[in-house]
């Protein structure tokens, strides 16, 4: 049985980065959480469905509804109202990785919305499945935010769990519980210019683990348990493995 968690960040296509990552799951002791977006942005969408996919089936793992993914849904159901703003957001690079075309190949939104649907009919019925929060005995995941103004934090509307961001980052956290989230990527969070090699973490427990690294930042993978953070592996693509101990 689990005894541990192993909570990984926005994974945007960055197939080579969460396969590194996964080198440091411990599956007989660790519940695999993955916070959400797996999609967009990156080079290869489709394996890192395919994979997380098949970690969810087999494995057990846990996988959180991201805006991305949200955003992905809507276009597939409405490609002709939906196209231009998942456009705007990377979408085409999932369309394309689906598709098996380069990534800035011409979209036809409709066709391809059809296409992948009866190619992946499966695939997208499990994505529908996908939680907007998990929570344990001591832990809330969620992929952007919680409404922390509500009594039941859990009442917090499908959409704000994966698409909220100040008002969550800045409201105080009064659940009783540690609140994993990704959605916002840590340099914003810690302010700064450049991506920092550390998650975020406040003294009210919010974590947030979205090492931006689609952007050149880091995929951070994060061992927590009854206590805390007990260990983050970070990846990127500028360095093979860096373990940081948390204090």
Not at 6 to 16: P, S
Not at 25 to 37: A, H, S
Not at 92 to 113: E, F
Not at 181 to 197: I, R, S
Request: aromatic share 10%; glycine share 10%.
């Amino acid at each position: 049985m689990s005894n541990q968690l192993f909570a990984i960040g926005d994974v945007h296509g960055k197939y080579r980065l969460v396969q590194d990552l996964l080198q440091k799951w411990d599956k007989t002791t660790q519940q695999l959480v993955f916070i959400g977006d797996l999609i967009d942005r990156g080079e290869d969408s489709k394996s890192c469905l395919e994979l997380v996919c098949r970690l969810v089936r087999e494995e057990g793992a846990v996988c959180l509804m991201g805006n991305h993914e949200w955003m992905f849904l809507r276009y597939l159901d409405d490609p002709t109202e939906r196209y231009d703003h998942y456009q705007r957001n990377g979408g085409d690079t999932t369309i394309n990785s689906l598709l098996g075309r380069p990534l800035d190949a011409q979209v036809d939104p409709v066709s391809d919305a059809v296409a992948i649907v009866g190619q992946y009919a499966e695939m997208v019925d499990q994505i529908r499945e996908f939680p907007y929060l998990y929570e344990t005995q001591e832990y809330l995941f969620v992929h952007a935010g919680l409404d922390l103004s509500l009594p039941d934090v859990r009442e917090t509307a499908d959409y704000d769990k994966v698409w909220l961001r100040q008002p969550f980052h800045e409201g105080q956290n009064q659940t009783g519980k540690r609140i994993v989230f990704g959605h916002t990527p840590t340099k914003y969070l810690f302010d700064c210019q450049d991506y920092p090699d550390q998650i975020w973490t406040t003294e009210d427990g919010k974590i947030g683990i979205d090492g931006g690294a689609v952007y050149g930042g880091y995929l951070h993978g994060v061992a927590l348990d009854e206590t805390g953070v007990v260990k983050v592996h970070s990846v990127g693509e500028t360095l093979s493995d860096q373990t940081i101990i948390d204090g």
